[in-house]
């Protein structure tokens, strides 16, 4: 059990605010949503690595590229100016 107590760390609301550069108060309101687990500690909110972790991931959008459906458009006729 101590090894995997050992193995656990945590960030504050702030260190993930840094890293995703944004406001604090936005990853508050996403831990009020329940988009990002958190604990408390006292009056401190804690992420720990592994929630944080599996937030990106559910988070993580895929571009399709969907080739098949490209279309050229025609150039469109300027105005004609006076």
Do not use: C, W
Request: proline share 4%; aromatic share 8%.
């Amino acid at each position: 059990m101590k090894k995997q107590l050992a193995k656990l760390s945590f960030f504050t609301r702030e260190q993930v605010a840094q890293i995703l550069q944004v406001n604090p108060m936005t990853v508050y309101r996403m831990i009020q949503r329940g988009q990002l687990k958190a604990y408390k500690v006292g009056t401190d909110l804690r992420i720990s690595e592994e929630d944080f972790n599996q937030f990106l991931k559910q988070s993580l959008i895929h571009a399709k590229a969907n080739t098949s459906t490209l279309s050229v458009s025609k150039p469109r006729k300027s105005p004609k100016t006076r």
